[in-house]
């Protein structure tokens, strides 16, 4: 373990010895392995969209051992899927890298302005399929946030006690937020302490605008001049928000988008002192050696290797 | 096993060996044994739809032992009902044809536009039954779902961890969905992709129509020209939607209909690429002979043995 | 165990060695032991309708050890009650005649179009006690039915493990059933499919009228000419129904009535190939010497000493 | 045991000799030990009316071990409170009089029609304080009365099976009900009733009045001639309402009133056939030597010391 | 343990020795050690009201372990939070301080007249994390009020069966309290009496007003003159209420406010009985050496070292 892995896993120094190996897997995993950055393949846009708006584009990623191979070959550090997704390619590629078992989903077939997840896996079917972690969403703002809340903190309790990490994506969305609200730096902010006092050892946030949502948040930001102008600064308020850098905060990129701005965003989460990418339609919804490509040049941003 | 079951058996590699040899045991079995074709026989329709509806039209239905000999002289290769259909002959016909609990079931003497099944059956049961497997409906689109899928999860579960494989009937249903959006083709592939992601062995829809239903999809399916036009290509997408062919994906056939038509759609569901029918009313609301008959020749088109 | 009782018992093959003894208990108890015909005394109307409306008609029943030596004296079958009427004489008449636990009860101090019981009594409660069988109420119809099943299936589960056997009311209710729809032929008949799928070993329904309550159902029940004019023959397909006569199903009278009308209806029931009656008002709302003597006649006309 | 004692433990002869030992402690210990009647000293109205409407009329009683030591020394069979007022004195009363931990609570911070009480005990904690029976509260009536008597049914059969005697309060109440009709001859009676049905050893409700509140029970009343005219005709009829006197029926006294009106309901209670009293308010809402007077002569007149 | 140490344990006497041992831990650590007061940080502010409108005053508080380090220098007697961030500590601090794990969380992203807050601790977390206390929040008056008793019931339970204390925020709110009654002397009270039924060993609640809220309270304070015009007189008759002393009551101090003003209302809590304060946002919301040195007067007035 070099220094920096030392250093964030002394962030984790409550942990027992299972889930923080499980941890130390995931970020000494791939090609930026040791760096203290991560980017990590999600692919649960089938259940979460639809199966032709996620594959369509790219019809090789209806087959889920698609997904275990390019995250494999692009070097990525962990691969995070639903239940059955996994399932059909854990015994294949077992051992090869880190699996996060997506524990909870949410489809669009009927719409809800405050909208609650189903939980589809478990920690049980986590160990059974050699994952290294378990990933769950939560929806602070949502009038059914408390129910997720506290299937995470049993799902996460079980999870700890297991030795495996958790991974939380914490989007907010409600009936009471705006749509612009939903990324505002105030909200995207608090999205990320939740997460953490829920006990998150990794937290995935969208990345923040410099809209600010709540009122009183609102004065206060003003009051005290905390600076969100650029997005690097908006990241690192976001960091800051999660226990002040000692929890890992890796950020999404959202749908599919000109791949220059992309790449400006993964430089400002460098910049503001985010620890990587989660990238998921960007990478599957084009051909392979595309991907392999354009996973490239974000992993080398994150490295160092190019500007 | 021959080389086709062992290439479907590949898809379950991460699954413990009684799913594994229930599967077999079901692939295996009666005249489509071995083909990788699958012709089951379902009556639950006394509970769904009332006995009268369902069994006044060949009256020997009544009885739950029939509909055991039916399946075993025609060949199918399960029986699949509810509770007290199979304690009702699961002692007589032990071991002569693999049996599928369906475990959860819907009565039509309250309307409800958001439906929700009431779980009837249990993996304990299951088990206690010598059962192959346990078969469970869910409604995407229903306001309910999220029960439902949860429910789903949890059967599951229990039953893999005891060695039976998992039956998913996914029909869309609910107060958003139009009654054509139903079997809409997009809707019909996501409800095939979203029981694949909730860990379904088999997976049973229904035909699906040419219809669009939801719009973002629309936009998709016409922008990358995804070939739905005639009903094998239709099944085709669908097969590939749950994780491209590696899932056993059935059709059922809706009410009784004319025999002709029903011989078209095998056809279709067989040179598009699916796995089987299920077939009930079809069957059992006919004369013994005649259902004989009827079901031979569905089995000999899947078999290959006519056109 | 004469022919009847076996080709009785030949319809519970997959229920195990204890279950069965206690059914053939209750089929082998009292004055028409070995008939293949049950009348069964229960006495729950204190709590579904109150005390001063069951009992203030013959006082001597606010005392349930009077029902308990009512059962004994009449030769009933079995004697079924709320838990805490079996409470206050199981350990005075332990032995003596078969007892059926009451295990959920509806009060009427609310209105409730759409009803659920409320669960009173256990499968442990019904072992303690020294029953044969618990009992079960279902509201097919209800809102509320799904959670009534629900509960059944857990129940009767735990009951069949445990050796018991079980009994279940179905008696449709609900916001979108006419009252007459309540005791309609095609609802009565679907009330005790319902029952048959959910495992009961034992089922009660009401008599059936003649009238039809689902469209869909009138279609049927008219283009196949299902018999429905007489009584008889409504019996005869209500027992067609519960899986073409392989379960026992009974009829319940209704509040007191005229002597005359109730040895009508229980001709009838015998005509029509039912099981037997269970016969509550009409039996303790009168004085004991004339319940005995009504009793008797009932019984009679089931064992074929009078017309 | 004397013969009285003997004869009330004759309707508890399906009990274990715990619970029945339970029983007997309460029946023999105190002034009224032996003599088959009851005062017990209740204090949850801290909890369910807050603590100054409770207490300011008397500060002393603030101090939960004042109430310890006030049905100490007043004689009384039991003394009965929630959790917390128990822990605060079990340890230094321990042994001296039997507990009774009132299991569930409400207080009048919100309003509602069809209330339902919070759990705030359990068996574990009843056992743990060495309590001899637990208490619950029931609203039949309420719309809400359902989850209750289910939560009394599982507390029930725990306390049962650890050997504890379990007393009900059974107070009508809910939306349906006119405030008259909550102490209703009809409705008290059928209160009485579904307490006992739900197992209940003791059972506490409302001196009843005269008013009839069901129109079909009012029927009933009117066509028998129930005779209710006098309060002790009123006990008399609720005591027959619960198993005919088969099980301990005590009565409340309600709001501080009239020294004088109480000693004539406790008369009424000893005429009807009433087990006895249970006496809050009246007691501990007046200096402690005025107390022990009061219940003093309560206590005589229930002895036959004076009428 | 000194005498006043030991007269307050003596209140605790039906405890065990697992729960007693840690209140004394609570009670003898720190600068106000064996005087019977309390001094306890508490810091979930992040949770409740997001990250910036917590910390942006004083940045440094985005890092938890600089909360623990303020709550030891100050020489407070316990640090109380979430999950997470006492995660984030426990390792690094074990032993150095009491720790109170706040097992329920509340945050403001939608917004609710009745509240309800998300369970996010258990008592094996706080095991685990080597806590001495678990802590929870009440609302009473809130419509979902019950649901927080019967967590409390059973959280409070298992945490005294584990030997650890407990810590009940109650806070009345709900949609039938005005604002202003939140904080009534009448409601406060009552919310005290409230905790110290359920069970609390010690109860925080919010410094009250004169204002008297409800109707009935007011005609009993009125009429029994109960002294309420100082805040002194206040804090006495809310000890009073938490069973007449019996149970240790500490006041919080709320939002940002004058220095010289909290220590009146210090001086209030000692010269009316209170047990002490618990103080967040006015001790992290301002740089460390200006928080220890208020810590310091506050701690040095209750300790009686200044007026």
Redo the contacts between chains.
């Keep these: 373990m070099n220094d920096r892995i030392s250093q964030i896993m002394s ?1 984790y ?3 027992n010895p299972g889930s923080r190996a499980n941890l130390v897997r995931i970020l000494n995993h791939g090609r930026l392995g040791g760096t203290g950055r991560l980017v990590i393949l999600p692919v ?1 846009q ?2 979460e ?5 996620s594959f ?2 790219n ?1 090789a990623g ?4 698609y997904h275990f191979q390019l995250a494999l070959e692009a070097g990525c550090n962990a691969y995070a899927a ?11 590629y077992a051992g090869e890298i880190p699996l996060i078992l997506k524990a909870n ?1 949410h ?5 809800d302005q ?1 909208p ?7 920690v ?2 986590a160990l059974r ?1 050699g994952c290294a972690a378990v990933g769950f969403t939560i929806y ?4 059914q ?2 129910t997720m ?2 299937q995470l ?1 049993s799902l996460a ?1 079980e999870a700890k ?1 297991a030795g495996l990490a958790v991974v939380v994506w914490s989007y ?1 969305r ?4 705006s749509k612009e609200g939903e990324t505002g730096i ?2 995207v ?2 999205a ?3 997460a ?5 050892h990794v937290i995935k946030v969208k990345l923040p605008s410099a809209h600010l949502e ?1 009122a ?2 609102k004065k ?2 003003e ?2 001049r ?1 600076p969100v102008g650029s997005l690097a600064e908006r990241v690192r ?1 976001v960091v ?2 999660a ?2 850098g ?2 890992i905060v890796i950020f999404s990129g959202g749908a599919r988008a000109d791949d220059e701005r992309v790449f400006e965003e993964v430089r400002a989460v460098r910049d503001g002192g985010g620890f990587g990418s989660i990238i998921g339609r960007n990478s599957f919804q084009r051909g392979r050696a595309d991907a392999l490509k354009f996973l490239d040049t974000v992993i080398r941003i994150y490295a160092g290797e190019i500007q």
Tied chains: 1, 2, 3, 4, 5.
Excluded at 196 to 200: D, H, N, R, S
């Design positions: 962030f120094e409550s942990d649960d089938g259940f969209h639809g199966p032709a708006r369509a584009p019809p209806y087959n889920p051992l639903p239940l059955g997704a996994l399932e059909a390619g854990a015994a294949r989903n489809d669009v077939l009927d719409s405050d609650l997840s189903a939980v589809t896996g478990s049980r079917q399929l602070p703002g949502s009038a946030s408390r809340y506290e903190r309790e006690e907010p409600g009936s009471e937020l105030d909200v902010a608090y990320a302490q939740i953490a006092q829920l006990g998150a709540q009183e948040a206060v930001y009051k005290h905390v308020h800051q928000s226990f002040d000692r929890r």
